[in-house]
Protein backbone atom coordinates (compact mmCIF):
# COMPACT_ATOMS: atom_id res chain seq x y z
CA UNK A 1 0.00 0.00 0.00
CA UNK A 2 2.79 2.31 0.93
CA UNK A 3 3.99 2.16 -2.26
CA UNK A 4 1.22 2.87 -4.46
CA UNK A 5 0.06 5.83 -1.89
CA UNK A 6 4.25 7.37 -2.37
CA UNK A 7 4.01 7.21 -6.08
CA UNK A 8 0.10 8.83 -6.03
CA UNK A 9 1.80 12.01 -3.86
CA UNK A 10 4.93 11.86 -5.70
CA UNK A 11 3.04 12.79 -9.33
CA UNK A 12 0.63 14.80 -7.46
CA UNK A 13 3.75 17.01 -7.16
CA UNK A 14 4.55 16.29 -3.33
CA UNK A 15 8.08 15.71 -1.65
CA UNK A 16 7.67 12.04 -0.26
CA UNK A 17 9.87 10.72 2.72
CA UNK A 18 9.29 6.78 2.23
CA UNK A 19 9.89 5.06 5.75
CA UNK A 20 10.06 1.39 5.73
CA UNK A 21 12.37 -1.22 8.08
CA UNK A 22 12.02 -3.84 5.03
CA UNK A 23 10.36 -6.46 7.29
CA UNK A 24 7.93 -7.57 4.96
CA UNK A 25 8.32 -4.62 2.68
CA UNK A 26 10.51 -4.85 -0.50
CA UNK A 27 12.36 -2.21 -2.33
CA UNK A 28 11.77 -3.84 -5.56
CA UNK A 29 8.34 -2.03 -4.75
CA UNK A 30 9.26 1.60 -4.61
CA UNK A 31 12.50 0.99 -7.63
CA UNK A 32 10.84 3.00 -10.17
CA UNK A 33 10.45 5.63 -7.89
CA UNK A 34 14.32 5.83 -6.94
CA UNK A 35 15.29 8.58 -9.27
CA UNK A 36 12.39 10.77 -8.95
CA UNK A 37 13.83 14.45 -7.37
CA UNK A 38 10.15 14.07 -5.30
CA UNK A 39 11.27 10.76 -3.41
CA UNK A 40 13.42 9.56 -0.96
CA UNK A 41 13.84 6.55 1.12
CA UNK A 42 14.82 5.48 4.58
CA UNK A 43 15.24 2.32 6.58
CA UNK A 44 13.56 3.47 9.32
CA UNK A 45 11.56 1.34 12.20
CA UNK A 46 9.22 3.79 13.40
CA UNK A 47 9.47 1.78 16.91
CA UNK A 48 12.22 4.20 16.80
CA UNK A 49 12.20 8.04 17.59
CA UNK A 50 12.54 9.91 13.93
CA UNK A 51 13.37 13.42 13.75
CA UNK A 52 12.89 14.78 9.91
CA UNK A 53 10.34 18.19 8.93
CA UNK A 54 7.27 16.97 7.56
CA UNK A 55 4.01 19.05 6.97
CA UNK A 56 1.53 15.49 6.40
CA UNK A 57 2.17 11.82 7.98
CA UNK A 58 0.37 8.98 6.32
CA UNK A 59 1.38 5.82 9.16
CA UNK A 60 1.28 2.36 7.66
CA UNK A 61 3.63 0.88 9.73
CA UNK A 62 2.97 -2.98 10.89
CA UNK A 63 3.10 -6.01 9.28
CA UNK A 64 -0.75 -6.83 8.56
CA UNK A 65 -0.84 -10.13 7.32
CA UNK A 66 -1.53 -12.98 10.26
CA UNK A 67 1.85 -15.35 9.07
CA UNK A 68 3.92 -12.23 9.56
CA UNK A 69 2.40 -10.53 12.50
CA UNK A 70 2.15 -13.77 14.38
CA UNK A 71 5.80 -14.26 13.58
CA UNK A 72 7.16 -11.95 16.87
CA UNK A 73 3.66 -10.68 18.50
CA UNK A 74 5.57 -8.62 20.74
CA UNK A 75 7.47 -6.58 18.27
CA UNK A 76 4.12 -6.33 16.47
CA UNK A 77 2.36 -4.57 19.63
CA UNK A 78 5.82 -2.53 19.72
CA UNK A 79 5.21 -1.20 16.01
CA UNK A 80 1.84 -0.21 16.25
CA UNK A 81 1.92 1.36 19.69
CA UNK A 82 5.62 2.78 20.19
CA UNK A 83 5.55 3.07 16.52
CA UNK A 84 2.59 5.55 17.11
CA UNK A 85 4.11 7.74 20.08
CA UNK A 86 6.88 8.15 17.93
CA UNK A 87 4.91 9.77 14.93
CA UNK A 88 2.43 10.79 17.12
CA UNK A 89 5.29 12.82 18.61
CA UNK A 90 6.88 13.92 14.90
CA UNK A 91 3.73 15.46 14.36
CA UNK A 92 3.26 17.32 17.99
CA UNK A 93 6.67 18.86 17.07
CA UNK A 94 6.20 19.59 13.61
CA UNK A 95 2.41 20.54 13.73
CA UNK A 96 1.98 18.28 11.28
CA UNK A 97 -1.27 16.49 10.13
CA UNK A 98 -1.41 12.72 10.84
CA UNK A 99 -3.33 10.00 9.14
CA UNK A 100 -3.16 6.63 11.12
CA UNK A 101 -3.99 3.12 8.97
CA UNK A 102 -6.29 1.15 11.05
CA UNK A 103 -7.81 -1.66 10.47
CA UNK A 104 -11.39 -3.67 10.24
CA UNK A 105 -9.53 -5.89 12.95
CA UNK A 106 -10.52 -3.71 15.72
CA UNK A 107 -14.05 -4.96 15.14
CA UNK A 108 -12.79 -8.37 16.20
CA UNK A 109 -15.22 -11.41 15.12
CA UNK A 110 -18.45 -8.68 15.24
CA UNK A 111 -21.83 -9.74 16.17
CA UNK A 112 -23.22 -6.18 14.11
CA UNK A 113 -22.93 -6.77 10.68
CA UNK A 114 -22.08 -4.62 8.22
CA UNK A 115 -19.61 -3.14 10.53
CA UNK A 116 -19.96 1.15 11.35
CA UNK A 117 -17.87 3.02 12.85
CA UNK A 118 -19.97 3.30 16.06
CA UNK A 119 -19.01 -0.59 16.53
CA UNK A 120 -16.85 -0.77 19.81
CA UNK A 121 -15.79 -4.20 18.16
CA UNK A 122 -15.41 -7.84 19.91
CA UNK A 123 -11.60 -8.13 20.13
CA UNK A 124 -10.02 -11.07 22.72
CA UNK A 125 -7.22 -9.14 24.42
CA UNK A 126 -5.42 -12.59 24.83
CA UNK A 127 -5.61 -14.82 21.58
CA UNK A 128 -2.91 -15.08 18.96
CA UNK A 129 -4.42 -11.79 16.49
CA UNK A 130 -4.10 -9.80 19.85
CA UNK A 131 -0.84 -8.35 19.05
CA UNK A 132 -2.48 -6.98 16.00
CA UNK A 133 -5.71 -5.81 16.82
CA UNK A 134 -5.22 -4.76 20.48
CA UNK A 135 -2.00 -3.11 19.36
CA UNK A 136 -4.36 -0.80 16.20
CA UNK A 137 -6.86 -0.63 19.08
CA UNK A 138 -4.29 1.51 21.14
CA UNK A 139 -2.91 3.10 18.23
CA UNK A 140 -6.38 4.48 17.66
CA UNK A 141 -6.66 5.48 21.63
CA UNK A 142 -3.33 7.33 21.20
CA UNK A 143 -3.88 9.21 17.91
CA UNK A 144 -7.18 10.37 19.66
CA UNK A 145 -5.82 11.43 23.38
CA UNK A 146 -2.93 13.37 21.11
CA UNK A 147 -5.91 14.91 19.91
CA UNK A 148 -7.91 15.65 23.01
CA UNK A 149 -4.60 16.83 24.93
CA UNK A 150 -2.45 18.05 22.16
CA UNK A 151 -4.83 19.15 19.52
CA UNK A 152 -2.65 17.21 17.13
CA UNK A 153 -4.36 16.61 13.90
CA UNK A 154 -5.66 13.52 13.41
CA UNK A 155 -7.34 10.98 10.45
CA UNK A 156 -8.02 7.63 11.52
CA UNK A 157 -8.95 5.37 8.66
CA UNK A 158 -10.31 1.87 9.38
CA UNK A 159 -9.04 -0.45 6.52
CA UNK A 160 -10.85 -3.21 5.36
CA UNK A 161 -9.30 -6.41 3.33
CA UNK A 162 -7.25 -4.88 0.48
CA UNK A 163 -5.33 -6.11 -2.54
CA UNK A 164 -3.81 -5.66 -5.46
CA UNK A 165 -0.48 -5.45 -7.35
CA UNK A 166 2.90 -5.94 -5.41
CA UNK A 167 1.72 -7.89 -2.83
CA UNK A 168 4.55 -10.24 -2.02
CA UNK A 169 3.61 -13.81 -2.99
CA UNK A 170 4.25 -15.52 -0.09
CA UNK A 171 2.43 -12.37 2.12
CA UNK A 172 0.12 -15.63 3.25
CA UNK A 173 -3.23 -13.07 2.40
CA UNK A 174 -6.03 -15.11 1.10
CA UNK A 175 -6.37 -13.07 -2.33
CA UNK A 176 -2.35 -13.51 -3.02
CA UNK A 177 -2.19 -17.35 -1.94
CA UNK A 178 -5.44 -18.05 -4.10
CA UNK A 179 -3.88 -16.22 -6.53
CA UNK A 180 -0.17 -17.34 -6.70
CA UNK A 181 -1.85 -21.40 -6.08
CA UNK A 182 -3.81 -21.12 -8.98
CA UNK A 183 -1.13 -20.01 -11.27
CA UNK A 184 1.77 -22.52 -10.03
CA UNK A 185 -1.33 -24.97 -10.78
CA UNK A 186 -1.40 -26.27 -7.09
CA UNK A 187 -4.41 -26.48 -4.76
CA UNK A 188 -5.78 -23.88 -2.87
CA UNK A 189 -5.87 -23.63 0.85
CA UNK A 190 -9.06 -22.62 2.18
CA UNK A 191 -9.16 -22.34 5.93
CA UNK A 192 -11.76 -24.05 7.79
CA UNK A 193 -15.09 -24.68 5.41
CA UNK A 194 -14.50 -21.77 3.21
CA UNK A 195 -17.88 -19.88 4.78
CA UNK A 196 -16.38 -17.15 6.73
CA UNK A 197 -17.04 -13.99 4.66
CA UNK A 198 -14.35 -10.94 3.51
CA UNK A 199 -15.09 -8.18 1.83
CA UNK A 200 -11.81 -7.40 -0.96
CA UNK A 201 -11.00 -3.53 -2.10
CA UNK A 202 -8.57 -2.69 -4.78
CA UNK A 203 -5.70 -0.66 -3.62
CA UNK A 204 -6.04 2.02 -6.07
CA UNK A 205 -9.43 2.68 -4.85
CA UNK A 206 -8.67 2.95 -1.06
CA UNK A 207 -5.50 5.08 -1.71
CA UNK A 208 -7.96 7.28 -3.41
CA UNK A 209 -9.97 7.21 -0.68
CA UNK A 210 -7.28 7.51 2.22
CA UNK A 211 -5.49 10.65 0.22
CA UNK A 212 -9.17 12.28 -0.07
CA UNK A 213 -9.71 12.17 4.07
CA UNK A 214 -6.46 13.18 4.59
CA UNK A 215 -7.39 16.50 3.12
CA UNK A 216 -10.40 17.59 5.21
CA UNK A 217 -11.00 19.59 7.00
CA UNK A 218 -9.09 19.58 10.34
CA UNK A 219 -12.05 18.93 12.63
CA UNK A 220 -12.76 15.39 10.64
CA UNK A 221 -10.63 12.76 12.70
CA UNK A 222 -13.07 9.88 11.68
CA UNK A 223 -12.54 6.92 12.85
CA UNK A 224 -13.62 6.52 8.93
CA UNK A 225 -14.19 2.55 7.26
CA UNK A 226 -12.64 2.18 3.59
CA UNK A 227 -13.05 -0.86 1.97
CA UNK A 228 -15.50 -2.21 -0.82
CA UNK A 229 -18.91 -3.58 0.49
CA UNK A 230 -19.39 -6.23 -1.90
CA UNK A 231 -19.12 -9.33 0.60
CA UNK A 232 -17.56 -13.05 -1.00
CA UNK A 233 -17.50 -16.45 1.14
CA UNK A 234 -13.51 -17.60 1.27
CA UNK A 235 -15.40 -20.32 -1.16
CA UNK A 236 -16.39 -18.28 -3.68
CA UNK A 237 -13.44 -16.05 -3.99
CA UNK A 238 -11.32 -19.25 -4.49
CA UNK A 239 -13.84 -20.38 -7.20
CA UNK A 240 -13.88 -17.03 -8.90
CA UNK A 241 -9.88 -17.76 -8.96
CA UNK A 242 -9.97 -20.91 -10.34
CA UNK A 243 -12.43 -19.42 -12.96
CA UNK A 244 -10.16 -16.20 -14.01
CA UNK A 245 -7.00 -18.17 -13.83
CA UNK A 246 -8.27 -20.70 -16.06
CA UNK A 247 -6.54 -23.31 -13.99
CA UNK A 248 -7.09 -26.68 -13.09
CA UNK A 249 -6.27 -26.58 -9.08
CA UNK A 250 -8.41 -27.93 -6.67
CA UNK A 251 -9.57 -26.94 -3.37
CA UNK A 252 -8.32 -28.22 -0.08
CA UNK A 253 -9.77 -27.81 2.98
CA UNK A 254 -7.37 -26.99 6.45
CA UNK A 255 -8.15 -26.23 9.73
CA UNK A 256 -9.38 -22.48 10.78
CA UNK A 257 -7.04 -21.00 12.57
CA UNK A 258 -8.01 -19.54 15.75
CA UNK A 259 -10.09 -16.33 16.30
CA UNK A 260 -10.79 -16.32 12.51
CA UNK A 261 -13.51 -13.91 11.93
CA UNK A 262 -16.56 -15.25 10.89
CA UNK A 263 -17.66 -12.12 8.41
CA UNK A 264 -16.51 -8.96 7.64
CA UNK A 265 -17.95 -6.09 5.36
CA UNK A 266 -17.59 -2.23 6.03
CA UNK A 267 -20.49 -0.20 6.30
CA UNK A 268 -18.99 2.66 3.96
CA UNK A 269 -22.00 5.61 4.41
CA UNK A 270 -19.24 7.71 6.14
CA UNK A 271 -16.89 7.97 3.66
CA UNK A 272 -19.85 8.07 0.69
CA UNK A 273 -20.85 11.39 2.98
CA UNK A 274 -17.94 12.56 3.78
CA UNK A 275 -15.27 12.28 0.41
CA UNK A 276 -18.10 10.82 -1.58
CA UNK A 277 -15.80 7.76 -2.28
CA UNK A 278 -17.18 4.30 -3.89
CA UNK A 279 -14.87 1.69 -4.81
CA UNK A 280 -15.18 1.60 -8.65
CA UNK A 281 -12.85 -1.90 -8.94
CA UNK A 282 -15.14 -5.21 -9.13
CA UNK A 283 -13.40 -8.03 -7.54
CA UNK A 284 -13.13 -9.54 -11.34
CA UNK A 285 -11.31 -6.54 -13.29
CA UNK A 286 -9.36 -6.42 -9.42
CA UNK A 287 -8.10 -9.65 -9.47
CA UNK A 288 -7.31 -9.67 -13.07
CA UNK A 289 -4.98 -7.13 -12.69
CA UNK A 290 -3.22 -8.78 -9.73
CA UNK A 291 -3.41 -11.88 -11.37
CA UNK A 292 -1.22 -9.76 -14.20
CA UNK A 293 1.22 -8.88 -11.57
CA UNK A 294 1.63 -12.20 -10.24
CA UNK A 295 2.18 -14.21 -13.86
CA UNK A 296 4.93 -11.44 -14.00
CA UNK A 297 6.54 -12.40 -10.58
CA UNK A 298 6.41 -16.38 -11.38
CA UNK A 299 8.11 -15.68 -14.92
CA UNK A 300 10.78 -13.91 -13.55
CA UNK A 301 11.29 -15.52 -10.79
CA UNK A 302 11.73 -18.71 -13.35
CA UNK A 303 14.49 -16.90 -15.29
N1 LIG B 1 9.50 11.93 18.67
C1 LIG B 1 10.02 11.66 17.43
N2 LIG B 1 10.23 12.69 16.57
C2 LIG B 1 9.94 13.98 16.86
C3 LIG B 1 9.39 14.24 18.14
C4 LIG B 1 9.19 13.20 19.02
O1 LIG B 1 10.31 10.52 17.08
O2 LIG B 1 10.16 14.84 16.03
C5 LIG B 1 9.27 10.83 19.60
C6 LIG B 1 10.02 11.02 20.89
O3 LIG B 1 11.07 10.08 20.92
C7 LIG B 1 9.01 10.75 21.97
C8 LIG B 1 7.71 10.43 21.26
O4 LIG B 1 7.90 10.81 19.92
O5 LIG B 1 9.36 9.60 22.69
C9 LIG B 1 6.53 11.16 21.83
O6 LIG B 1 6.80 12.54 21.78
P1 LIG B 1 6.01 13.57 22.70
O7 LIG B 1 6.58 14.93 22.44
O8 LIG B 1 4.56 13.40 22.52
O9 LIG B 1 6.31 13.05 24.14
P2 LIG B 1 7.53 13.31 25.14
O10 LIG B 1 8.75 13.49 24.30
O11 LIG B 1 7.13 14.53 25.88
O12 LIG B 1 7.54 12.06 25.94
N1 LIG C 1 -7.62 -17.91 4.20
C1 LIG C 1 -7.78 -19.10 3.51
N2 LIG C 1 -6.72 -19.59 2.81
C2 LIG C 1 -5.53 -18.96 2.73
C3 LIG C 1 -5.36 -17.72 3.43
C4 LIG C 1 -6.44 -17.25 4.15
O1 LIG C 1 -8.86 -19.71 3.53
O2 LIG C 1 -4.61 -19.47 2.05
C5 LIG C 1 -8.79 -17.38 4.93
C6 LIG C 1 -8.50 -16.93 6.35
O3 LIG C 1 -8.64 -18.01 7.25
C7 LIG C 1 -9.54 -15.86 6.54
C8 LIG C 1 -9.71 -15.25 5.15
O4 LIG C 1 -9.21 -16.22 4.24
O5 LIG C 1 -10.78 -16.42 6.93
C9 LIG C 1 -8.96 -13.94 4.96
O6 LIG C 1 -7.65 -14.16 5.41
P1 LIG C 1 -6.51 -13.07 5.27
O7 LIG C 1 -5.33 -13.59 5.99
O8 LIG C 1 -6.35 -12.69 3.84
O9 LIG C 1 -7.09 -11.78 6.01
P2 LIG C 1 -7.79 -11.55 7.44
O10 LIG C 1 -8.08 -12.87 8.09
O11 LIG C 1 -6.83 -10.74 8.21
O12 LIG C 1 -9.03 -10.84 7.08
Redesign the pocket.
Given at each position: MGSHLSEKLVMEGHEVICLDNFYTGSKANVAHLLSHPNFELLRHDVTFPLYVEVDQIYNLACP???IHYQRDPVQTTKTSVHGAINMLGLAKRTNARILQAST??VYGDPEVHPQEENYWGRVNPIGIRSCYDEGKRCAETLFFDYWRQNNTEIKVVRIF?TYGPRMHPAD????S??LV?ALMGQD?????D?S?T?SFCFVDDLIDGMIKFMNLPAEITGPMNLGNPTEFT?LEL?EKIIQITNSNSKILM?P??LD??KQ?KPDISLASTLIGWNPITDIESGLIKTMAYFENVIKESRK
Open positions: ASPSENGRVVNFQLTIYGGQRIAHLPDPR
